[in-house]
Nanobody, 118 residues
Framework: QVQLVESGGGLVQAGGSLRLSCAAS????????MGWYRQAPGEQRELVAA???????NYADSVKGRFTISRDNAKNTVYLQMDSLKPEDTAVYYC????????????WGQGTQVTVSS
């Protein structure tokens, strides 16, 4: 069983910063890509940022230049540094990882709330 545990969400004023963390634990062979998604009320879940095992990154246009994704492969952990936050960044943020447990399976964290006040 693989678990992804997120932390770091909260309430922040517009222009502020937050750092999300997501640690993978359990029995698995390796982790390939990892990413952060978000879902606002009444909206579909969307990709925020993704990072490959080699460190290549991809960002949604709405967060480019403000958010930075990184990972520590030794700790099986992915991070999302969020700067210059805007009220429209308010959402539940989910961690996702493509994990080899035999076959490759996508796992999701439980989600962490990020609220940006104006």
């Amino acid at each position: 069983q693989v678990q992804l545990v997120e932390s770091g969400g909260g309430l922040v004023q517009a222009g502020g910063s937050l750092r999300l963390s997501c640690a993978a634990s359990g029995s698995f062979l390796r982790i390939n890509g990892m990413g952060w998604y978000r879902q606002a009320p009444g909206e579909q879940r969307e990709l925020v940022a993704a990072i490959t095992s080699g460190g290549s990154t991809n960002y949604a246009d709405s967060v480019k230049g403000r958010f930075t994704i990184s990972r520590d492969n030794a700790k099986n952990t992915v991070y999302l540094q969020m700067d210059s936050l805007k009220p429209e960044d308010t959402a539940v943020y989910y961690c996702q990882a493509n994990v080899a447990v035999g076959p490759w399976i996508n796992y999701w964290g439980q989600g962490t709330q990020v609220t940006v006040s104006s």
